[in-house]
């Protein structure tokens, strides 16, 4: 591969060290070497001039969900073109390479490689899956047998290179575990060096127990745990920040190592049924769908939801964000109070009407509070995670965190904290945590994911009704020495691969 060399850039090597102008040679996929700016001439390098540029290594996206879309869509547009040249999927304990018949976690490695992605790949392996394979959709936590058969398939994907073990307590069948079955499979951490990631059972009114119980599974595994998607979830909850932070900060002098991740937005992006009170908050999506088929379920939930109103937020702050069903699509980007008024119907019944016609359709809803984020942003073990999966920039509807995260993470936590912060915990904190060797940082001899961006121009607002774009600022994005990203021409490199993570002592 010739080599090339990226000229008078301001340097954000990952280290969170401050910028300095300099010259980065790349050869071989690798970084060859580092000079400061212009101080010689490198004669027989290509160069492309960073002059008034700013040089990153690719940023890493420590909680997406491109299990599937990698496969269908490698060109992986809608992540790519906001720099991120790694992503960790298989997260909220759902890993579709345990889905697949033929061998799993090889057979899924392989095909990754084969479709040639734009981004590297690396993946969780994930206890809905696990429990869906070993138990089906069994509403009771796990007898011992079918606990010891899970922690065996996970044992077995983290030695073949998965990169650590994920869970959903909030989503079925998840919500049937208890902390014992979900201890009895972290065991299979023991020894690995690798994180147990977590969608917490609550993240609103049992934040607190949910974390105290994330520690107690991470202390059963590695002793490593990362809060998927940290927040305060219903404005009810939004006054137990402190207090979520404190009981972090006291499980920490345990000798447990915790870090988190965040999507920087207000809104979160999740089914619709999020919305609805007790007992429906805690019934499956299938659940749901099958019971309003009746029109007796349909009155009693509508008669319910006008009374209570939906949980943790109001109707113009919940858009519909997806949905399968054709006639529905005059929805999207709009809020429900929009469409029921546009339609003549009550909001509650509107909302019913929706979870009626689909299996969960998916929304947007301001259920987040803006100064908890920026008090989330603060902290220097938080690093983004969109929380996303693929998209091309043709789809009609979308949370604008699967296009704009990076853009966004980098001018908060920028503005919060310090640029080169932001870079650090958006390169090499993130590959130190899930041990991406190699990468994160630039300095001789590590690989040259990279990523070319203008400073000023780089940032991406909180924009639900027209989200899918680029965002602005990203000039070139290389995957292994080799450019995969221009605005000019798009996705126009393959060389991301899967990433075999091996296990470690601790
Ligand atoms: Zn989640």
């Given at each position: 591969?010739?080599?090339?060399?990226?000229?008078?850039?301001?340097?954000?090597?990952?280290?969170?060290?401050?910028?300095?102008?300099?010259?980065?040679?790349?050869?071989?996929g690798?970084?060859?070497?580092?000079?400061?700016?212009?101080?010689?001439?490198?004669?027989?390098?290509?160069?492309?001039?960073?002059?008034?540029?700013?040089?990153?290594?690719?940023?890493?996206?420590v909680?997406?969900?491109?299990?599937?879309?990698?496969?269908?869509?490698?060109?992986?547009?809608?992540?790519?073109?906001?720099?991120?040249?790694?992503?960790?999927?298989?997260?909220?304990?759902?890993?579709?390479?345990?889905?697949?018949?033929?061998?799993?976690?090889?057979?899924?490695?392989?095909?990754?490689?084969?479709?040639?992605?734009?981004?590297?790949?690396?993946?969780?392996?994930?206890?809905?899956?696990?429990?869906?394979?070993?138990?089906?959709?069994?509403?009771?936590?796990?007898?011992?047998?079918?606990?010891?058969k899970?922690?065996?398939?996970?044992?077995?994907?983290?030695?073949?290179?998965?990169?650590?073990?994920?869970?959903?307590?909030?989503?079925?069948?998840g919500?049937?575990?208890?902390?014992?079955?979900?201890?009895?499979?972290?065991?299979?951490?023991?020894?690995t060096?690798?994180?147990?990631?977590?969608?917490?059972?609550?993240?609103?009114?049992?934040?607190i127990?949910?974390?105290?119980?994330?520690?107690?599974?991470?202390?059963?595994?590695?002793?490593?745990?990362?809060?998927?998607?940290?927040?305060?979830?219903?404005?009810?909850?939004w006054?137990?920040?402190?207090?979520?932070?404190?009981?972090?900060?006291?499980?920490?002098?345990?000798g447990?190592?915790?870090?988190?991740?965040?999507?920087?937005?207000?809104?979160?992006?999740?089914?619709l049924?999020?919305?609805?009170p007790?007992?429906?908050?805690?019934?499956?999506?299938?659940r749901?769908?099958?019971?309003?088929?009746?029109?007796?379920?349909?009155?009693?939930?509508?008669?319910?939801?006008?009374?209570?109103?939906?949980?943790?937020?109001?109707?113009?702050?919940?858009l519909?964000?997806?949905?399968?069903?054709?006639?529905?699509?005059?929805?999207?980007?709009?809020?429900?109070?929009q469409?029921?008024?546009?339609?003549?119907?009550?909001?509650?019944e509107?909302?019913?009407?929706?979870?009626?016609d689909?299996?969960?359709p998916?929304?947007?809803?301001?259920?987040?509070?803006?100064?908890?984020?920026?008090?989330?942003?603060?902290q220097?073990?938080?690093?983004?995670?969109?929380?996303?999966?693929?998209?091309?920039?043709?789809?009609?509807s979308?949370?604008?965190?699967?296009?704009?995260?990076?853009?966004?993470?980098?001018?908060?936590t920028?503005?919060?904290?310090?640029?080169?912060?932001?870079?650090?915990?958006?390169?090499?904190?993130?590959?130190?945590?899930?041990?991406?060797?190699?990468?994160?940082?630039?300095?001789?001899?590590?690989?040259?994911?990279?990523?070319?961006?203008?400073?000023?121009?780089?940032?991406?607002?909180?924009?639900?009704?027209?989200?899918?774009?680029?965002?602005?600022?990203?000039?070139?994005?290389?995957?292994?020495?080799?450019?995969?990203?221009?605005?000019?021409?798009?996705s126009?490199?393959?060389?991301?691969?899967?990433?075999?993570i091996?296990?470690?002592?601790?």
């Amino acid at each position: 591969m010739p080599g090339f060399l990226i000229s008078h850039v301001k340097l954000y090597d990952g280290t969170g060290a401050p910028p300095q102008t300099a010259d980065v040679a790349v050869s071989n996929g690798v970084i060859a070497g580092i000079t400061p700016g212009g101080a010689v001439s490198h004669s027989g390098l290509k160069e492309i001039n960073g002059d008034g540029l700013c040089l990153a290594p690719g940023f890493i996206d420590v909680h997406g969900h491109s299990d599937s879309d990698i496969l269908e869509l490698p060109g992986a547009d809608s992540k790519i073109s906001q720099g991120i040249t790694t992503e960790i999927a298989g997260n909220c304990g759902f890993s579709d390479f345990l889905e697949r018949n033929d061998g799993g976690f090889e057979s899924y490695a392989r095909e990754v490689d084969a479709a040639k992605p734009a981004i590297n790949l690396a993946c969780l392996v994930g206890h809905n899956t696990l429990r869906t394979l070993v138990m089906g959709e069994t509403a009771r936590p796990a007898y011992p047998h079918e606990a010891e058969k899970m922690r065996r398939l996970a044992a077995e994907a983290l030695a073949r290179g998965a990169a650590g073990l994920s869970s959903g307590l909030w989503y079925s069948p998840g919500i049937f575990a208890d902390q014992e079955e979900v201890c009895s499979l972290a065991s299979a951490l023991r020894g690995t060096g690798k994180v147990y990631a977590t969608h917490l059972r609550s993240e609103g009114d049992t934040l607190i127990e949910s974390i105290r119980e994330a520690c107690a599974i991470a202390r059963a595994g590695s002793g490593l745990l990362q809060i998927s998607h940290f927040k305060t979830w219903g404005s009810t909850n939004w006054g137990k920040l402190a207090g979520a932070l404190s009981v972090i900060e006291e499980e920490r002098k345990t000798g447990l190592r915790i870090t988190l991740d965040r999507y920087p937005y207000l809104y979160a992006g999740t089914g619709l049924r999020m919305c609805l009170p007790a007992p429906w908050s805690a019934m499956t999506p299938e659940r749901i769908h099958s019971l309003l088929q009746s029109e007796e379920d349909r009155e009693k939930l509508a008669a319910e939801l006008k009374k209570t109103g939906p949980s943790g937020c109001s109707w113009d702050r919940i858009l519909l964000a997806g949905t399968d069903v054709p006639a529905h699509e005059k929805y999207l980007g709009k809020t429900i109070l929009q469409s029921a008024s546009a339609e003549g119907v009550d909001p509650a019944e509107f909302c019913v009407r929706l979870l009626a016609d689909e299996l969960n359709p998916f929304a947007m809803s301001g259920l987040l509070c803006g100064e908890n984020l920026e008090t989330i942003l603060k902290q220097d073990s938080v690093m983004p995670g969109s929380d996303a999966g693929l998209a091309s920039f043709q789809v009609k509807s979308a949370h604008p965190r699967k296009f704009g995260t990076m853009g966004r993470f980098f001018r908060m936590t920028a503005g919060l904290t310090s640029p080169e912060e932001a870079v650090r915990r958006m390169t090499s904190l993130a590959a130190d945590v899930f041990h991406l060797k190699g990468r994160g940082r630039i300095a001789p001899g590590y690989i040259a994911d990279l990523v070319l961006f203008d400073e000023q121009r780089f940032q991406a607002p909180e924009d639900y009704a027209d989200p899918v774009r680029p965002v602005p600022g990203i000039e070139a994005v290389w995957v292994s020495g080799e450019l995969a990203w221009t605005p000019g021409g798009g996705s126009v490199g393959r060389s991301g691969r899967f990433l075999r993570i091996p296990n470690r002592k601790e």
